[in-house]
């Protein structure tokens, strides 16, 4: 007997773009005589994949096209993608905002969407009516939200001003107050979209706390959407990534992950070699290059983690500088700063001429975990001006190396991997 | 094997719709709900009023003063030997219901867009709910009519109610029903064509007059152009309006074919209110 609670057949979702004006109700007109006369929509047929940068012909788009997916019993599904992938489409069509095109979905639980917190509340009623008002729309009948009143009052901090009218809170306040009265939701299946992205660091921290509780705790079943990596890693056990409204990659949670990222950073060059192409000297300076190079001096984008690896910059000086620093930040895949290094200069003029100038650093060994990893690089006169604006250059990759100098596949957690000395001393009073 | 899975699934989401698709089960979970918006449209309204709940008095009362000062003093409309202020509050607490019912269910999708946008929950409860405690707000208004039926009787005139009292709530639901049903086709169409909403206000400005409140059926007969006075006899809200003074004043006749008619019309309005509203509930927040 499978497991399966949820399943998405075939959706997708016809938008129309542009407004609605009157060609609205012709576009009406003909569909329904389409419909008399027993033929297929005629709008269907039309419609592009979901692309919002390019311009595109049709008057109809494709917001989602054949999702199909499966959710177990117990499962965190996270759902990532770019903006307007689909992913809040997606949320909608299965919390029964709206209907899909075709396709159909299937349940055999109750659903309880998040896709966004505090969904009716009224400035006027008291916090306490509102926790009751804002949970029956949720789904929760009128005892159940009487059973959890003190846990969810409690949860939210807000006892002092529960008797209050919502309208005298503070933003942050009403937040914490609208969450509290979600996390207490108990519907089989729970579709969250980014709604942690709120209220201040602690109480984000205890968001992301009941999430977990739900999910691992309970054995919920949960469908996530959301742009924080590190939180769909954190919580999800299996993930979908969308793009244009289309399903491109299903697996589990790290290669989802691991596939969303490596497709959003392949603009960046990976042969070691970045050469900038505008040749502006606008501010009198001008970025010519950045290139990688291993211990033997070749260039690459590959290294060992007993490599060090030398990040050499060109760049021209149109005029001469009082002062100026080259910054090199080392970036994770998640686009956490690693390392920050910036650029010495003599004290005098010698080094901030006009002319064309080459400057190196080296990145130290047995340093970087195994993993891909973003080089950005700026440059700006400290505290006067930035002369050229931080930005991604070049990416690299590690190969961790075994204590005997094979390449291993056992990944260690952690961004860093420093090689550092372990002493074991047998104790002298043991026996 | 597949057709026992199919049975498993609690339901399904998916663009093809029944007619109407009214889950009673599901209205049912959703009572509380239904319970706690008519609590709110009921605490909310008057919040940071002075006057509060007398506003619901004080609204029809001086409309009534109004329209008999208008209607009856300067027009000298005759009211079958009714004091004309009970006469005029008969039939605009009566119209009222009517009237907020209808414009209260009329915007329910525009209004409620950011709620429905976002949660579940079946729609039907949002005009119900309106409904509901409009029904509140009527037997306030019930209750100062009442007050001056008492006040006139005791200084002599002659009212009674007719045999038909017993029809008072079916009066109301006809109304209800009415206002209900008018008010979901226009919140289906006001989804995608916003050109109704305006028309919505001064519409029904315009059918209080041809739906006999102000001024006795008989009097249209003989004072109106031949053809406006069938639109006023004909259109249903005049047979609803005009019963209502009938059952409690005992003014003109109870006409069973006009009360049939009316029954009639309220039901189809309703019914195709539910399946135009049904079938705009499941996608109107893309077009809202």
Redesign the interface.
């Known amino acids: 007997m499978?497991n399966i609670i949820l399943k998405a057949e075939n959706i997708s979702k016809q938008?129309?773009l542009g407004l609605?004006g009157t060609g609205?109700?012709a576009d009406?007109l003909k569909r329904w005589c389409y419909k008399l006369l027993g033929k297929e929509d005629p709008f269907l047929k039309i419609g592009e994949a979901n692309d919002r940068s390019s311009n595109s012909s049709a008057n109809y788009v494709w917001a989602l096209q054949n999702i199909n997916f499966e959710v177990n019993k117990g499962d965190v599904l996270g759902i990532i993608g770019k903006n307007g992938a689909g992913k809040s489409t997606l949320l909608?069509?299965?919390?029964?905002?709206?209907?899909?095109?075709?396709?159909?979905?299937?349940?055999?639980?109750?659903?309880a969407?998040l896709?966004?917190v505090g969904?009716?509340f009224?400035p006027?009623?008291t916090g306490r009516?509102n926790i009751?008002?804002n949970g029956?729309?949720?789904?929760m009948?009128?005892s159940e939200i009487s059973k959890k009143e003190e846990e969810i009052i409690e949860f939210s901090g807000c006892l002092g001003y529960i008797d209050t009218?919502v309208k005298r809170y503070s933003s942050g306040m009403r937040v914490r107050l609208a969450f509290a009265v979600a996390a207490h939701l108990e519907p089989d299946i729970l579709v969250v979209d980014e709604v942690l992205a709120v209220g201040d660091a602690e109480f984000q921290k205890k968001a992301i706390g009941k999430m977990q509780d739900i999910s691992r705790g309970d054995g919920r079943t949960v469908l996530f959407v959301s742009h924080n990596m590190a939180a769909v890693r954190n919580l999800c056990t299996r993930a979908i990534v969308l793009e244009h409204g289309e399903t491109v990659f299903e697996g589990s949670t790290d290669e989802a992950v691991d596939y969303y990222l490596q497709k959003e950073n392949s603009k960046l060059s990976s042969t070691g070699i970045y050469t900038h192409k505008e040749e502006d000297l606008q501010n009198g300076f001008s970025l010519k290059s950045v290139k990688l190079f291993n211990s033997n001096n070749e260039n690459q984008s590959l290294f060992l983690s007993d490599e060090y690896i030398t990040v050499v910059v060109e760049y021209v000086l149109d005029k001469t500088f009082n002062d100026i620093r080259i910054n090199l930040k080392v970036l994770s895949k998640n686009e956490d700063i690693i390392v920050f290094t910036t650029s010495s200069h003599s004290s005098d003029e010698t080094d901030k001429k006009a002319g064309n100038y080459r400057t190196s650093v080296r990145l130290p060994k047995d340093f970087f975990n195994k993993g891909q990893f973003k080089i950005a690089i700026n440059a700006g006169v400290p505290g006067i001006e930035v002369l050229f604006p931080s930005s991604y250059v070049l990416d690299f990759q590690i190969e961790k190396l075994t204590p005997s100098g094979s390449i291993t596949n056992t990944v260690f957690p952690g961004i860093t991997a420093p090689n550092l000395e372990w002493n074991v001393t047998k104790l002298a009073h043991d026996k | 094997m597949n057709t026992d899975?199919k049975d498993?699934?609690?339901?399904?989401?998916?663009?093809k719709?029944k007619l109407i698709d009214l889950n009673f089960k599901e209205i049912w979970?959703?009572k509380?709900?239904l319970?706690?918006?008519v609590k709110?449209d009921i605490?909310?309204l008057y919040?940071?009023t002075i006057l509060g709940p007398l506003w619901y008095l004080i609204q029809p009362l001086f409309t009534s003063v109004v329209f008999t000062l208008v209607f009856n003093n300067l027009g000298a409309i005759k009211t079958e030997g009714i004091p004309p202020l009970l006469f005029n509050l008969a039939g605009i607490t009566a119209w009222n219901y009517f009237k907020q019912c209808l414009s209260g269910t009329s915007s329910t999708f525009k209004k409620n867009a950011?709620?429905?946008?976002?949660?579940?929950?079946p729609r039907v409860i949002m005009p119900i709910s309106i409904i509901i405690s409009n029904l509140l707000k009527f037997s306030i208004q019930v209750v100062i009519f009442v007050g001056f039926y008492i006040y006139y009787v005791s200084i002599g005139k002659d009212i009674q109610p007719s045999s038909t009292l017993w029809l008072f709530p079916v009066y109301i639901i006809v109304m209800a029903l009415l206002g209900l049903g008018v008010g979901m086709i226009i919140s289906s169409l006001t989804t995608?064509?916003r050109d109704i909403t305006v028309l919505v206000g001064f519409a029904l400005q315009l059918l209080m007059y041809m739906s006999a409140v102000p001024y006795p059926v008989s009097e249209a007969k003989k004072k109106f152009p031949e053809m406006v006075a069938t639109l006023v006899e004909y259109n249903p809200l005049t047979q609803v309006i005009e019963g209502f003074r009938h059952m409690l004043l005992g003014i003109g006749e109870f006409n069973l074919i006009g009360f049939l008619y009316t029954l009639g019309i309220s039901i189809i309005l309703f019914i195709l209110g539910l399946i135009i509203f049904n079938k705009t509930e499941?996608?109107?927040?893309?077009?809202v």
Do not use: C, M
Not at chain 1, 94 to 110: N, W, Y
Not at chain 2, 114 to 121: H, L, P, R
Not at chain 2, 282 to 287: A, G, V
């Open positions: 499978s938008y129309r609605v609205t109700i009406d909608k069509l299965l919390s029964r905002v709206t209907s899909p095109t075709t396709g159909e979905i299937k349940t055999k639980g109750r659903i969407s896709l966004e969904t009716g009224h006027e009623l009516e009751y008002l029956a729309i949720l789904g009948t009128k009218p | 899975q498993q699934w609690l339901y399904t989401i998916s663009s719709r979970r959703y509380d709900l319970i706690l918006f709110r605490t909310t919040k940071q950011n709620i429905f946008g976002k949660v579940y929950f995608k064509y499941k996608t109107f927040i893309d077009t």
